[in-house]
């Protein structure tokens, strides 16, 4: 059996190799957070918009910030040029307008707004009701029939579209109050202050106290039947209806006393379905489809949400959700895919197993212990006492492993790190029944009541209960499923392949004697019956299958990999269940996924759905009576009903963020660098040198995840590909010509979105380029070109035999030179491979396109264990050997792109362009797995020898020397851990 890495082992034994996340809340969205380690320029968000490319723009005390889903880009205080920035830095308030070509923005010293396309800034001064008046923006808001409203202290202003002005409609005669909010209903225009709830008189231009005065008022939005939502400062959140006689202000609030977190109203916003965001100074609430007292409340970080002090609400177009913080800078969660439960329970959150009890609850064991969870309730019973020694430290649970519940005997059986375990209803404890001493990790009952103990070392156990004995036992390695075919057989699932067994012939076959996909290597993690026909087969990084056979004929097996080219063939799948409509809900490593019944369309549910972004565990699944399917890991378990699950199209817009060229300057010869306007065409001239553009996708939730394929049509024929990371492409020296950019965007489940960006280039040839001044130009040259040539040709005539013989003898001496020369510099004499000399050459050409085009590499260092041994015991010649057959190893196992060189004695160095430091790891242990199973022939001697690497990434470094000083001591890290090993 293969050696297993202490990491994986752990993984099996329900811990996880990677670091908890914060456990997701009951019916809570998941919220992707920004702050100043994202890059934005402030924490406190005070307002929030979106223009015409979903691009989102935040307000803070630093300006605004322009943010594209991975770059914020500032804008500040002017300054010689006023169109370049703001008044003063502080934003208060931020409204697009209705196109999204501008964006609106208030501050403490005026009104500005802002070209989205040229970034340029218009300045608008406020006319004033007395001298005492300031600038100040309190409110932007553009009502539904199109205008923007502006409020500043005690003015209410409205903008014309015609005249591109600033009017004064009316003013709060109150001196000691201010305007808050403004809300066109019908026809009627309501407006809030800190002194009460106004309405305008069209007619008087007045402002009328309607209701509540001496009620601050904070935030007015619209509801339905004519009735709005009203945020105060005292009352928490008030529903009114100016149809009726005003009740008490208390009588239409819900407050603290009803479950809001806070009574002081900061903002309110209002979903399609009835929802209502309620912003607070003390946290996020949600007030469902207006029922005025039910209340949740969702913390959006890992503060306690009565430390956070929201701002903003703001929706996007495609639905998001975003909220600015007064502290913390702002988050976005998507409500549509908030479609998973997850919890912990009781005291413990690691669920390792999990079986069906009776109706809708399952048992569950955790590190605390053994529990009964009720998937309707959402309660939990327990933990039962256990008679096996548990343990206290907080750790995985090291004893209860693997559950399965009796329906017929009502029993429960357990199987344990100290055997087989059986519940005792009268003691409520864990007595251990049989296998003594056995470490177990699965469980399972066939139809006549016997027990197949999965163990995780020591094999496979039948025990009969009736004779309280073992019947039947296979030395497999770890068991993680057991699936039975019919009374007598059964399919396990091992870390070492797929295996069948019948516990009466005691016969026991490896399918890998059937098939070349599922091997004695492949590390198989589930097995079930699939209602098509077949079964299911899970893995880990080895992808999922569907296998077939006739009846009992294991030769006629067949077994084919289902989505090979997705992300399920890259993590470890935990566990399968396939719902009413054939469709898969998968655990995984990394969250839940799901498998249409076309078996094509993946879908995929992250920490943005609720799902716990830690992953789950082999073989901890469960569904009850109401079709629940629960999935155990080690943040706790998730349920869901798949009918009740949305799928949400991935299909966010692509959009260009930056354009920009650099031209020489044709007085001085100078570069100079130029930022285009965004638009879908742009003109360069002949003196451009370089075309450098930056595109981004909409996808706020899943950024990083997002891979780009973007094309100059009549420049280049093909795609190419880039990630997050690297999202500019930059031409040089482009012809006269008309071109046309294209970028798309593609997603881990390699599903393209629908929407791309596109940009008409246009190279205007200069005036001596044109058509006719090209023909003039080449008849010229041409009449100079024959007469020289016919002037010459007499001379050249009679020495161009002579010439010609001596050149191609002196020719043909150079060449062969310059060959045997250029061998002798770059080669090591003995393996054949580069040299040291070689490889310094092509190292450095490589850092230069990394650190101008980004394409990084790797580097592996490789050396021969213990080499001066077999030098000492053997002799140099057979040294020399296996320096040689070594090398051809290395050699075939690499790519023609790659770089190998002999550095010295009996280390290798090797560069991997385009290869990051994992993919470097799984290249450098394919070369050491090749090496050691490789036997060297050196007559009259046979030789084994094992090799070990370090890796490394050259993004980590600052030069190639630095990565290879790397590279080496953690070939020296490999050596001290005792050898044949690689390092990253």
């Not at 309620?278 to 469902?288: D, I, S």
């Not at 039910?294 to 998001?320: A, C, M, N, W």
């Not at 001085?668 to 001239?685: A, C, D, F, M």
């Amino acid at each position: 059996m293969r050696r297993l890495s202490a990491c994986f082992l752990s993984f099996f034994a329900l811990m996880v190799c990677s670091n908890f996340a914060a456990q997701a809340q009951i019916g809570a969205p998941a919220f992707h957070t920004f702050d100043m380690e994202s890059g934005i320029t402030h924490v406190t968000v005070s307002d929030i918009a979106e223009d015409k490319y979903g691009f989102l723009w935040l307000a803070s005390q630093s300006g605004i910030d322009k943010f594209d889903g991975y770059t914020f880009r500032n804008f500040g205080m002017w300054g010689d040029d006023k169109s370049t920035g703001l008044q003063t830095l502080s934003a208060l308030q931020l409204e697009a307008s209705l196109d999204g070509q501008h964006i609106w923005v208030g501050t403490f010293s005026g009104l500005s707004r802002l070209n989205v396309d040229t970034e340029r800034f218009d300045h608008y001064p406020l006319p004033v009701a007395s001298s005492f008046d300031k600038q100040i923006i309190n409110r932007l808001k553009t009502t539904h029939d199109g205008r923007l409203w502006i409020i500043s202290e005690r003015n209410l202003y409205r903008y014309h579209n015609q005249t591109d002005s600033i009017e004064l409609v009316s003013y709060l005669p109150d001196t000691t109050s201010t305007l808050t909010d403004i809300e066109l209903i019908g026809n009627t225009l309501y407006v809030t202050s800190t002194s009460g709830l106004y309405k305008l008189d069209p007619i008087k231009s007045s402002l009328e106290l309607i209701a509540y005065k001496g009620v601050n008022f904070t935030r007015l939005v619209a509801a339905e039947r004519s009735r709005f939502w009203l945020g105060t400062s005292t009352h928490g959140i008030c529903l009114f209806n100016p149809n009726v006689a005003p009740p008490a202000i208390s009588e239409q609030c819900t407050s603290e006393v009803q479950g809001l977190s806070d009574n002081s109203v900061t903002d309110i916003l209002l979903q399609n379905n009835g929802d209502v965001w309620v912003a607070t100074e003390r946290g996020l609430n949600l007030l469902k489809a207006y029922s005025p007292y039910t209340v949740l409340q969702f913390p959006i970080s890992d503060k306690d949400s009565g430390d956070e002090r929201v701002s903003s609400l703001y929706q996007t177009k495609s639905g998001l959700v975003v909220v600015g913080t007064k502290d913390d800078g702002f988050a976005i969660t998507n409500p549509e895919l908030s479609n998973f439960y997850s919890t912990e329970v009781g005291d413990g959150r690691i669920i390792g197993s999990m079986t069906r009890y009776k109706g809708n609850k399952i048992w569950l064991t955790n590190e605390k212990g053994l529990w009964i969870y009720d998937v309707i309730d959402k309660t939990y019973e327990g933990p039962f006492t256990s008679g096996i020694a548990q343990r206290t430290d907080g750790k995985a649970n090291n004893k209860l492993t693997s559950v399965f519940y009796d329906t017929k005997n009502d029993a429960l059986w357990v199987s344990t790190r100290s055997g087989l375990a059986k519940l005792n209803r009268e003691t409520n404890q864990l007595d251990i029944v049989a296998l003594q001493g056995k470490s177990g990790y699965s469980i399972n009952m066939d139809a006549q009541g016997d027990i197949w103990f999965g163990g995780y070392s020591d094999g496979v156990f039948v025990y009969r209960p009736s004779e309280g004995r073992v019947i039947r036992q296979w030395p497999l390695s770890l068991t993680t499923q057991i699936l039975f075919e019919n009374g007598e057989s059964a399919w396990l699932s091992t870390v070492t392949g797929l295996h069948f067994a019948n516990k009466l012939t005691g016969e026991l076959t490896s399918i890998s004697e059937y098939t070349d996909k599922i091997t004695d290597s492949t590390v198989v993690t589930w097995i079930s019956r699939s209602k098509r026909g077949g079964y299911w087969v899970g893995t880990q990084a080895d992808g999922l299958y569907f296998i077939t056979k006739d009846n009992d004929d294991l030769s006629s097996l067949k077994v084919t990999q289902i989505k090979p080219e997705s992300r399920l063939s890259k993590v470890s799948i935990g566990a399968i269940v396939e719902d009413d409509e054939y469709g898969l809900w998968i655990s995984t490593i990394v969250g839940i996924s799901y498998l249409a019944p076309d078996l094509d369309t993946l879908y995929y549910y992250g920490a943005e759905n609720g799902a716990l972004s830690t992953g789950y565990y082999i073989g901890s699944v469960a569904t009850t009576e109401n079709n629940t399917i629960v999935f155990g890991g080690a943040e706790g378990l998730t349920l869901f009903i798949p009918s009740e699950v949305t799928n949400v199209k991935w299909s966010p817009d692509v959009h260009l963020t930056r354009v920009e060229t650099v031209s020489r300057d044709q007085n001085n010869g100078t570069s100079v660098q130029r930022r285009l306007n965004l638009g879908n065409k742009i003109e360069l001239t002949h003196n451009t040198i370089a075309l450098s553009i930056e595109f981004s996708a909409t996808d706020y939730m899943n950024a990083n995840e997002i891979r780009y394929a973007y094309k100059l049509v009549d420049f280049e024929s093909s795609w190419r590909f880039t990630d997050y990371k690297a999202r500019v492409a930059t031409y040089t020296n482009l012809e006269p010509g008309h071109y046309r950019f294209t970028v798309k965007a593609i997603n881990e489940e390699n599903v393209w979105s629908s929407e791309e960006a596109q940009l008409e280039v246009i190279v205007i040839p200069p005036w001596w380029d044109k058509p006719i001044w090209r023909g003039a130009l080449l008849i010229t040259i041409l009449l100079l070109i024959t007469s020289a040539v016919w002037l010459r040709i007499s001379a050249l005539k009679a020495r161009s035999a002579e010439l010609s013989l001596k050149v191609e003898e002196k020719t043909r001496d150079l060449e062969a030179m310059v060959a045997k020369l250029t061998l002798l510099s770059s080669q090591d004499s003995l393996t054949g491979l580069k040299n040291r000399r070689y490889f310094t050459q092509r190292a450095k050409a490589e850092w230069q396109e990394f650190k101008r085009h980004n394409r990084a590499f790797s580097l592996l260092i490789v050396d021969i264990d213990f080499f001066k041994k077999i030098n000492d015991e053997y002799g140099h010649h057979v040294g020399d050997t296996v320096l040689v057959k070594i090398a051809k190893t290395l050699e075939n196992n690499l790519r023609e792109s790659d770089v190998i060189a002999r550095w010295g004695g009996e280390e290798f160095l090797i560069l991997l362009p385009s290869l990051n430091v994992q993919e470097a790891y799984w290249v450098a242990e394919k070369l050491r797995k090749c090496v050691a199973e490789q036997v060297i022939e050196a007559p009259p001697h046979s030789v084994k020898v094992t090799i070990t690497c370090g890796v490394a990434d050259i993004k980590d470094y600052d030069s190639v020397d630095a990565c290879i000083h790397a590279v080496d001591k953690k070939l020296y890290v490999g050596k001290e851990s005792g050898r044949n090993a690689v390092v990253k």
